[in-house]
């Protein structure tokens, strides 16, 4: 059975759409209309039901693909599987945040790259966050990735990895009437306007709950999709920011202040339960970095 109709068939299960199943796999849409087409030929079955209200897979379908997935995840382990050198070679497909040149993310994706010249490393930001995320690395889409949300939240078929905790701090300009107090309350911040990352990232997302179980709204007045530029916002005036202490680049014309509510950040990393050598590997060396 060939793997790659396999993987047309999965994303099109996945997807509920051969338009967006075609976009995942980058092919054409009918490439994969007869991919699949071959695949029911072979398997002697119809897996999807196709009509003018959509797609929907067939009960054969439904039986079968569990099977197609354990196929296309013992492919993916082979692919990623060291060779009888003992070298790692394959694909690894690696979920990051926008904003990373300013983590240990960089560095020890470069050392892993100089240690496994045969794994190809193909990185990808989302723009939506930490949800879309983890839900590609559920799809199969990626392999590994980066994850600011608490571990509770990612859901079945995911294993979550702690990388590190950090707490929020304040970030103000540097000559805001309050960047030069040891410590700050979130009461003492309820006049102010605020930058943050959009909904669905995962620093927002954890600030937003913390904040509504304590009752405090804020206006947020900025969203800036890289959390690194959130700093230069505030550097300019536009607003103030709460931030992870871990998320905070070095920048000029802003003060830090510790937060005195204790709100933590967890950085984390997600892989599916069951991984290829390669992204064991990867998440051995991102474990020791942090």
Do not use: C
């Not at 082979?78 to 040149?101: C, H, K, M, N, Y």
């Not at 300013?102 to 020890?108: D, G, N, Q, S, W």
């Not at 392999?143 to 304040?170: F, I």
């Not at 102010?192 to 620093?203: H, I």
């Amino acid at each position: 059975m060939e793997t790659r109709l396999v993987e047309y068939a999965i994303a099109v299960a996945d997807e509920l759409s051969f338009t967006r199943a075609a976009q995942r796999v980058y092919a054409a849409q009918s490439t994969v209309s007869a991919g699949v087409r071959a695949l029911e030929r072979e398997l002697g079955t119809a897996l999807f039901e196709r009509d003018q209200r959509g797609v929907r897979v067939t009960a054969a379908g439904e039986a079968v693909l569990p099977a197609l997935r354990a196929l296309a995840d013992a492919e993916a382990r082979a692919r990623t599987a060291a060779d009888p050198r003992g070298e790692l070679r394959g694909v690894l497909r690696i979920g990051v945040f926008s904003s990373v040149s300013y983590l240990a993310i960089p560095r020890v994706i470069g050392a892993f790259h100089r240690e496994h010249p045969l794994v190809d490393l193909r990185l990808r930001a989302s723009p939506s966050g930490s949800a879309e995320l983890a839900d590609a690395v559920r799809r199969g889409r990626l392999d590994l990735s980066l994850y600011g949300l608490p571990a509770a939240t990612a859901g079945p078929g995911l294993a979550v990895h702690r990388l590190a905790t950090t707490p929020y701090a304040v970030i103000l300009p540097a000559d805001h009437e309050l960047a030069s107090r040891a410590g700050l309350a979130l009461k003492d911040l309820a006049n102010e306007r605020f930058v943050d990352a959009p909904v669905g990232f995962g620093n927002r997302d954890v600030l937003d709950a913390e904040l509504g179980a304590r009752g405090v709204m804020r206006d947020v007045a900025i969203e800036a999709t890289e959390t690194g530029s959130i700093p230069v916002f505030v550097a300019n005036g536009l607003g103030i920011a709460l931030l992870p202490e871990l998320l905070i680049p070095p920048s000029e014309g802003i003060a830090v202040v510790p937060l005195n509510e204790r709100i933590n950040w967890e950085f984390n990393v997600v892989t599916r339960t069951s991984t290829g050598e390669a992204t064991a590997a990867l998440l051995e060396q991102l474990l020791a970095a942090y």
